[in-house]
């Protein structure tokens, strides 16, 4: 039976190829694969463009532009990044250049690679590990791209080639890019608990219902929440009246364990007495008073986390970063501030309502 739900793309590869191959290196089962995939894309289940790198000595600003080109040529607005041998390194200097926003190119959704590297927080598949499984370099980077890289919502070509023009400074977009990274499916909480988690993963649901095109399409709030609280991250500002944001946080949750266990209208109805102040929680946690106190901390944070993505900014037609090059020195304004009006550069952005 046919449907017309939304799918997510399939995974789009950028190669880094050995312009000298090893003599010696003729196990390189990444290589091969990717290379006929890329000359065979009908048989694959990815779209995989090759950089054609230079020589082995090449500069980092050498290798950096040869990967553009063919992330630039590849029209996607999420990728990975793949690399065998020799190149893995290269992989790790460029992945550095993207993710500080001065590579000039935005969407890096993962790294494949054959050995490990050091790519600072970014989803990667070590092809290695993955041979375990028994299953083809394409069929781990498709499970990998399903299951892990290819996670949280996307953004149109258009929005993601703003990011990465003059428009957008490398700060933000840096910022923007490791906003994009997909959520960890198996995030263990570092300040909550594995319960609070998941109950704040169920407030989350009420309070930001995401309506994701498709599963995993969304963002895990709550686990950017509680990277922030362990980072002390937080807008600044906490009513007197409350104990410290962790501290807040942990009793908040505790307060609300049985919420998991109601039906969504006792949920919603859970959710009007926390913001009536009507809500009595059981002793030993928070007043009526600081529950409706911290859930309007809680609802800022969650509103706060969906919004900082790129991808949200899309989805309500915000592009008000895209103000110019670095430090200002570039500043570029908008000419054109009426209503339904929108500059030649601007993204075309159906705006959600």
Request: glycine share 8%; proline share 7%.
């Amino acid at each position: 039976m046919s449907s017309d739900r939304p799918t997510p793309p399939c995974a789009t590869v950028v190669f880094l190829s050995d312009a000298d191959p090893d003599p010696d290196r003729s196990d390189d089962s990444l290589g091969a694969a990717l290379a006929a995939a890329s000359s065979d894309p009908g048989a694959a289940s990815l779209d995989v463009h090759v950089a054609s790198a230079p020589s082995t000595g090449a500069t980092d600003d050498e290798i950096v532009t040869a990967v553009v080109k063919a992330i630039r040529a590849s029209g996607a607005s999420r990728w990975l990044l793949a690399a065998s041998g020799a190149r893995v390194d290269a992989v790790s200097q460029t992945v550095a250049r993207i993710l500080s926003g001065e590579a000039g190119v935005f969407g890096l959704a993962g790294v494949v690679v054959t050995s490990p590297g050091d790519f600072d927080g970014v989803p990667t598949l070590v092809l290695d590990d993955a041979s375990a499984s028994g299953e083809s370099p394409v069929e781990a980077i498709a499970t990998f791209w399903r299951d892990r890289a290819g996670l949280g919502p996307t953004m149109s070509l258009d929005f993601a080639e703003v990011i990465a023009s003059t428009r957008t400074s490398p700060q933000t977009r840096a910022l923007l890019a490791r906003r994009a990274l997909a959520d960890d499916p198996d995030y263990r909480p570092q300040t909550l608990s594995t319960s609070q988690l998941e109950t704040l993963r169920v407030v989350a649901d009420l309070v930001v219902p995401q309506r994701a095109p498709w599963p995993g399409a969304e963002l895990d709030l709550a686990a950017r929440i509680d990277v922030d609280q362990n980072l002390g991250k937080s807008d600044g500002w906490r009513n007197n009246a409350l104990p410290p944001d962790r501290e807040a946080y942990r009793r908040g949750l505790d307060a609300l364990a049985d919420l998991r266990l109601l039906g969504v209208d006792d949920q919603r109805a859970r959710v009007a007495a926390l913001v009536a102040g009507e809500f009595e929680p059981p002793a030993g946690e928070m007043t009526a008073e600081q529950m409706q106190l911290w859930f309007e901390d809680a609802r800022v944070d969650l509103v706060r986390a969906w919004l900082a993505h790129p991808a949200t900014m899309e989805r309500i037609g915000f592009d008000g970063f895209a103000n110019g090059g670095p430090g200002g020195a570039l500043f570029q304004g908008f000419d054109l501030l009426g209503a339904d009006r929108r500059e030649q550069w601007e993204p075309t952005m159906e705006v959600v309502r």
